[in-house]
């Protein structure tokens, strides 16, 4: 089964809100990544944040972790309509470095910024 | 402008026939990836590579191959497609070590008719 799951699969929120959608895994990671895809494209890295980091910013996008929960949060300040699309958490399993540092994906969240 | 790129973005084709979906990147990473998606899913890692002449099967067994005979080539092929082939299959590469993202390929949005 998949390492990472998605909460909610579906959001939907008027343009000017924040979007916050949440990821939980099931083993031990090196670190967990969040992505971003519009429609029928491919995945753009959003930001990574290791295991031993509590919290990371970049521009209008905060994301938590906490390894006790083995969960994680991306916070989408202010959203916009541009900001429609499905994002996706991923991650590295503790133990995979030597053979590559795989990520595996969570089904991700469906967000919807209605202007 | 360092990318990778994937070719044909879309694809229809009839059952039984080969095909080879082309992925290559200009950023000279050492690891790519394939990974098959249906819409609205989750992906799913299909075949990946951390070098020249390396190449190793994913998550989700398929019934594709592939080859790494240059860094920045990496193609998947299909010898006989079949209806259930049909799906996205997205090529991605990373640099050498564990704290990197990918950078993704647009896709290849395959239909088997």
């Known amino acids: 089964s998949q390492q990472g799951e998605e909460d909610p699969q579906a959001l939907s929120i008027q343009e000017g809100e924040n979007a916050t959608m949440n990821c939980s895994y099931k083993t031990s990671i090196n670190n967990l990544q969040w992505y971003r895809q519009n429609s029928g494209r491919g995945l753009v890295h959003l930001i990574l944040i290791r295991s031993n980091e509590r919290e990371k910013h970049s521009g209008r996008l905060r994301v938590t972790l906490d390894t006790s929960k083995k969960s994680s949060s991306l916070l989408i300040t202010a959203s916009r309509a541009a900001d429609t699309a499905s994002y996706f958490c991923?991650?590295?399993?503790?133990?995979?470095?030597?053979?590559?540092?795989?990520?595996?994906f969570g089904e991700g969240t469906q967000l919807t910024v209605n202007p | 402008e360092a990318d990778i790129y994937q070719t044909p973005r879309y694809l229809v084709i009839g059952t039984g026939k080969k095909i080879t979906l082309e992925c290559s990147q200009t950023m000279g990473h050492d690891k790519m990836y394939w990974y098959q998606q249906d819409p609205g899913m989750e992906l799913h890692l299909i075949h990946y590579s951390y070098g020249v002449n390396s190449t190793e099967k994913g998550d989700l067994s398929s019934e594709s191959t592939v080859s790494r005979i240059r860094t920045e080539h990496f193609p998947l092929t299909l010898e006989s497609a079949r209806p259930s082939h049909t799906s996205q299959y997205l090529c991605?590469?990373?640099?050498?070590?564990?704290?990197?993202?990918?950078?993704f390929g647009s896709g290849t949005r395959l239909t088997v008719v």
């Open positions: 991923a991650t590295v399993v503790l133990g995979q470095e030597t053979s590559g540092s795989r990520l595996t």
């Open positions: 991605a590469s990373s640099e050498r070590g564990r704290n990197y993202g990918y950078t």
